[in-house]
């Protein structure tokens, strides 16, 4: 199946409009501004965004800025929440000096986070989910954590589906295989740092080692993971001479 390019402008056109209007709904229910507590985690997403990944088999990478995007999303409004997912996207997506900066890639990027991140800002602030017999706080948590999931994952499998042809079921369940722990090991820093911050306040917010080391881990992971998938077709044509 041949790429389809206006199908692709389409669909970043409606993927903007979607976070545009998304922020705008989520805004409209958003509580006081955290200013100072706000450019904290900004600043840790930011940093974090730059300690990138390169997912094996998949023409991406996934950086280890998401606690810090969840934290946002519990802690903050869902303007200052998409407005730390924006700009720690950029961030992430900006090219190397030797790089070049593509205006719709970083479009895309930009207003799938903000999408998700004003997805599950709704969730988490749902009043009658949180209603519910049924609901706690980490249910709740577990919940937003899912609607990130799915606004960051879909969209990415949609614009590879249009842009190099590939199927979309195929490459959403690579994605999802790739990255769901990741999800769910965030979830639960995210739950961690919230109830260390009731008792200890800001200092909760210096887990910026043990993202590192989860990147450090991942990026090894990964590599061998790559290194394998280049090496399977020489392995098995050498098996098949024996």
Same mark, same amino acid.
């Given at each position: 199946?041949?790429?389809?390019?206006?199908?692709?402008? =389409?669909?970043?056109? !409606?993927?903007?409009?979607?976070?545009?209007?998304?922020?705008?709904?989520?805004?409209?229910?958003?509580?006081?501004?955290?200013?100072?507590?706000?450019?904290?985690?900004?600043?840790? *997403?930011?940093?974090?965004?730059?300690?990138?990944?390169?997912?094996?088999?998949?023409?991406?990478?996934?950086?280890?800025?998401?606690?810090?995007?969840?934290?946002?999303?519990?802690?903050?409004?869902?303007?200052?929440?998409? !407005?730390?997912?924006?700009?720690?996207?950029?961030?992430?997506?900006?090219?190397?000096?030797?790089?070049?900066?593509?205006?719709?890639?970083?479009?895309?990027?930009?207003?799938?986070?903000?999408?998700?991140?004003?997805?599950?800002?709704?969730?988490?602030?749902?009043?009658?989910?949180?209603?519910?017999?049924?609901?706690?706080?980490?249910?709740?948590?577990?919940?937003? =954590?899912?609607?990130?999931?799915?606004?960051?994952?879909?969209?990415?499998?949609?614009?590879?589906?249009?842009?190099?042809?590939?199927?979309?079921?195929?490459?959403?369940?690579?994605?999802?295989?790739?990255?769901?722990?990741?999800?769910?090991?965030?979830?639960?820093?995210?739950?961690?740092?919230?109830?260390?911050?009731?008792?200890?306040?800001?200092?909760?917010?210096?887990?910026?080692?043990?993202?590192?080391?989860?990147?450090?881990?991942?990026?090894?992971?990964?590599?061998? *993971?790559?290194?394998?998938?280049? =090496? *399977?077709?020489?392995?098995?044509?050498?098996?098949?001479?024996?």
């Amino acid at each position: 199946m041949k790429p389809n390019t206006r199908l692709t402008q =389409t669909f970043i056109g !409606l993927m903007a409009l979607a976070a545009m209007a998304s922020t705008l709904y989520a805004s409209l229910a958003s509580h006081t501004l955290h200013t100072a507590y706000a450019l904290a985690v900004l600043a840790l *997403a930011a940093a974090t965004s730059r300690m990138k990944i390169k997912l094996p088999g998949i023409d991406g990478n996934m950086s280890v800025n998401l606690p810090f995007l969840l934290m946002a999303v519990v802690n903050l409004s869902a303007l200052e929440a998409v !407005l730390i997912a924006s700009v720690s996207t950029v961030v992430q997506c900006w090219p190397k000096s030797d790089g070049k900066f593509k205006p719709q890639q970083m479009l895309f990027n930009v207003s799938m986070m903000a999408f998700a991140t004003s997805m599950a800002n709704l969730i988490w602030n749902a009043g009658w989910l949180g209603k519910a017999a049924w609901a706690s706080e980490p249910l709740m948590l577990a919940s937003a =954590t899912a609607a990130f999931f799915l606004g960051q994952t879909a969209p990415v499998a949609g614009i590879i589906k249009l842009a190099e042809g590939a199927a979309m079921r195929r490459v959403w369940l690579g994605i999802a295989q790739l990255s769901f722990p990741y999800y769910v090991l965030s979830a639960g820093l995210t739950s961690m740092v919230n109830a260390v911050n009731r008792h200890l306040g800001w200092p909760a917010l210096l887990i910026f080692p043990v993202m590192y080391g989860i990147h450090q881990s991942y990026r090894l992971y990964f590599a061998r *993971a790559a290194e394998a998938l280049r =090496t *399977a077709p020489l392995v098995k044509v050498a098996g098949a001479g024996i």
